[in-house]
């Protein structure tokens, strides 16, 4: 590597959140000039860390060095005086303002100091965009009128209009048609030509084959590895890193007949247009199902779509063989669904209310007569529903959001148990939530199952399905690609079948 | 689990159960921090008006007065208390309570007597809450335009019914109830039925799945609605209570002035903001207290007073209100960061 000290250097990065560490010590340095990579399964900390690095997050712990120099980002614009930008994965552009004012926001070139010059900023603007190969798009037009493309552009060009020297880039491809994946890669190539750095952070393992000068690898919130070289160290050994674990999961025996009959739970056909494809999938009472596919795969929106929260453009759930009103998430629970979102605190929790009141809120009908509430029954209710599965503190009068992630996941597992649901759906069940109270969270849903629930559980963290579920579908871009059950397949096997085929390749 | 300074009495190694708090403690979870200094502004503006006017506010009359005035808009307080709880807001209060007012003491209207009077201001608040409600939960408005239209609307169809005239009540037995003679014990009537819609207000928002629903829907309706609660319609039923608590404030304040007037109600939804707001209610939903707000409304009513019998001018009060609205809700910020 060169002799000069590295463009940047982080050391002992770490940082918490309540219930759970994202970081813990990540070391990362960057050469100017390179393509530095960042593997990780989801929830390995890569966001945090860019976070971080664009100055949105402050770190716990650890050092951040600049060209030698240590340096504190205190805030986004901190980051962006050093010369560091970044493009997330959610783009922030303001989609009422043209592509100039976008490229422009917040530092416009003025006259006499408060007087836009909007010639001028649309001839830099122009030039930008022309720099990055996108000449045709017209800085004058609104940014909301532009393809998800073209947006990015704008948001590169919003990064290259400062003087940048890193540039971290989050999933670039992930909305990229193949032939702008290569204009993608080709700007990186004029990019890193001229001096400057590229953090790239992809599920595509091809992508970073092609484009990345050295790779990083996280898993939970650690680098398992640091600057190997992109193009020759080998897939096997790759996915070992993402994969291997350092805490070993303990996962609960598998009933060993797996329930067979009446389905609790049959999905025909369902499909969302633009989401997924025509999805049939059957559940037995006692049988869990894990759904394994990566961020983008339509595994949440299949979810939510059975449980009425998103209304279908074909197919038919039914529960007990009875058809379900499609979009209906409240004829979806009087029948007897359940659901644990993604996110937790924005669309399962009462953040401001108890442990009691959340659990009781979707029961209330049973702990009153003519809307008049028996709170004494509630609470007795609530407090037996929540020893069950052993929630913590032992006092669900305590507010909701003084529990840890595990916890409140158990909160709302509660909740469905307190209703007596028989089917289950579990997104992403663990997000949030400790390693080490993880095995707990499998024990109760195991326990749960065995007890004669149907359970759909949605994943990302492949041994997580593997470990849990009976079945497993594998689902790439809306489409399961592969139905087994789980004990016929592997990690690496599953992590193929979700990785391979994407459009850089 | 909170640490107690005092050990438990009965030592079976377990900390307490919390299931039965002891009877003191559940007496000051419910009069938290912000209760308690609100009912210290509310002393503190007594001590002032009993001292600047000491005749003349501690009064019997002067009192009685008070609580009067204070009931009107404390009616159209507890409405306005639910919808912001809910995440949402009616500013056609006041329009209402002026549309109610002047339907309710049209010539034809006063025919039918106490009942025709009574039931046409209720029937107005409900239908104008019920066009608010469909608007914002089925027609998904906004409800700030949503009820600046109703606002824009009700004042204008008042102004249509009364051509701009003062409606005079000539029913005896409405106006009846405004007189002394109708005071029980030395409370107005005006006052009772500002306590019972209190109470009932207090018990829906705390004992009922209603109230509960509210403060999930405000609290998070997205999590509301994935739990299984029909969030339009609680919407659609909040809308209808403000416009309920509307349509009997305007029976009050047709008792109160005698008469029907298209300049009613005037500013009321900016009273009615103000005074949930300094008890405590969460603009952004989710949290808040009916004692809070009709503590609120003591406050606000308590200053006009003092105020005017101290010969300050109503510009005077508006600043003054201003004022304490700001350091209310920086007191509350300061309270919520730090617990």
């Known amino acids: 590597m060169a002799p000069e000290p590295p463009l940047l250097t982080m050391s002992g990065i770490t940082k918490s959140f309540p219930g759970v560490r994202a970081l813990d010590g990540v070391d990362l340095d960057v050469q100017a000039g390179e393509v530095h990579c960042l593997l990780g399964q989801n929830g390995a900390g890569k966001s945090t860390l860019i976070k971080v690095l664009a100055g949105a997050h402050q770190p716990d712990d650890g050092v951040i060095s600049w060209r030698g120099e240590p340096v504190t980002l205190r805030s986004p614009i901190a980051a962006m005086r050093l010369g560091i930008a970044t493009i997330y994965q959610e783009l922030d552009l303001v989609e009422h303002l043209s592509v100039a004012e976008n490229v422009h926001l917040g530092h416009e070139p003025t006259a006499a100091g408060f007087v836009v010059r909007r010639r001028s900023a649309r001839a830099s603007t122009a030039r930008l965009l022309k720099r990055l190969g996108h000449a045709e798009i017209e800085p004058g037009r609104l940014v909301g009128e532009l393809s998800a493309a073209q947006q990015q552009i704008v948001s590169m060009a919003r990064a290259l209009s400062h003087d940048v020297r890193l540039i971290v880039m989050d999933e670039p491809s992930a909305a990229l048609d193949p032939d702008e994946v290569d204009n993608l890669f080709r700007i990186v190539g004029d990019l890193t030509a001229d001096g400057v750095a590229v953090v790239y952070i992809s599920h595509r393992l091809e992508e970073i084959r092609r484009i990345g000068d050295r790779v990083t690898v996280l898993k939970d919130g650690r680098a398992v590895a640091g600057g190997l070289p992109a193009k020759t160290t080998p897939t096997s050994e790759v996915v070992a890193l993402m994969t291997g674990r350092n805490v070993e999961y303990v996962f609960p025996d598998r009933r060993t007949a797996v329930p067979e009959g009446t389905p609790v739970l049959e999905v025909r056909g369902l499909a969302r247009d633009g989401e997924f494809e025509p999805l049939d999938l059957i559940v037995h009472p006692g049988e869990i199902v894990g759904l394994a596919g990566l961020v983008g795969s339509g595994r949440s929106e299949i979810l939510e779509t059975i449980y009425g929260a998103r209304k279908p453009s074909a197919g038919q759930v039914s529960v007990d063989g009875r058809p379900l009103k499609t979009g209906s998430v409240r004829a979806a629970v009087r029948a007897g669904l359940g659901l644990a979102p993604e996110e937790r605190k924005a669309q399962a929790l009462l953040m401001l209310e108890s442990v009691t009141r959340n659990v009781s809120v979707s029961s209330m009908s049973r702990f009153s007569r003519g809307g008049w509430l028996d709170r004494g029954a509630e609470r007795g209710a609530a407090r037996a529903a929540t020893r069950e599965l052993s929630l913590r503190p032992d006092n669900p009068a305590v507010p909701v959001r003084t529990l840890s992630g595990g916890n409140q996941q158990k909160a709302v597992l509660a909740r469905w148990l307190l209703r007596g649901c028989r089917v289950l759906l579990l997104d992403e069940p663990t997000r949030g939530v400790d390693v080490g109270a993880r095995a707990e969270l499998y024990a109760v849903i195991r326990r749960l199952a065995d007890e004669g629930l149907a359970v759909l559980l949605v994943s990302s963290e492949v041994p997580e399905v593997l470990g849990l579920a009976d079945r497993v579908l594998v689902l790439r871009e809306g489409r399961v690609v592969h139905t087994a059950p789980a004990r016929e397949l592997d990690e690496h096997r599953v992590l193929d079948l979700v990785m391979e085929g994407s459009p850089a390749t | ?339």
């Open chain 2, 1 to 339: 689990m909170t640490q107690h300074a005092s050990p438990p009495r009965d030592d079976t190694g377990k900390v307490p159960s919390t299931g039965q708090p002891p009877f003191w403690r559940g007496l000051f979870a419910h009069a938290d921090v912000r209760t308690l200094s609100l009912l210290g502004v509310l002393a503190a503006l007594i001590l002032v008006g009993g001292i600047t006017k000491p005749d003349e506010f501690l009064d019997t009359r002067n009192l009685q007065l008070v609580l009067t005035q204070a009931s009107v808009i404390g009616v159209v307080t507890v409405g306005m208390t639910f919808v912001i709880m809910s995440g949402g807001i009616d500013l056609s209060v006041g329009a209402i309570v002026a549309l109610a007012s002047v339907w309710a003491t049209t010539v034809a209207t006063q025919e039918y007597g106490f009942g025709g009077i009574l039931l046409t201001a209720v029937l107005v608040g409900l239908g104008c809450g019920l066009v608010n409600g469909l608007l914002i939960a089925y027609g998904g408005m906004v409800p700030f335009i949503a009820t600046l239209a109703m606002l824009a609307s009700a004042r204008g169809l008042a102004l249509q019914i009364t051509d701009g005239k003062t409606q005079i009540v000539t029913v005896d037995s409405v106006l009846d109830l405004g007189l002394r003679d109708a005071y029980v014990l030395g409370i107005p009537p005006l006052v009772m039925v500002f306590a019972v819609v209190t109470v009932i207000g207090w018990l829906v928002l705390n004992r009922t799945t209603f109230g509960r629903r509210t403060v999930a829907v405000g609290g998070n309706a997205e999590a509301a609605r994935l739990a299984g609660i029909d969030v339009r319609r609680q919407r659609l039923y909040l809308y209808l209570l403000s416009g309920l608590c509307c349509g009997i404030a305007a029976f009050l304040l047709i008792i109160l002035s005698g008469s029907g007037q298209n300049t009613n109600g005037n500013l009321y939804e900016l009273d009615a903001i103000a005074a949930a707001i300094i008890g405590g209610t969460l603009l952004t939903g989710g949290r808040g207290t009916i004692t809070g707000s009709v503590l609120g409304v003591l406050i606000f009513t308590t200053i006009t007073n003092i105020f005017a019998l101290n010969n300050l001018q109503s510009d005077v009060q508006q600043i003054a209100k201003g004022a304490i609205i700001v350091a209310a809700v920086l007191v509350q910020r300061r309270t919520a960061s730090t617990t």
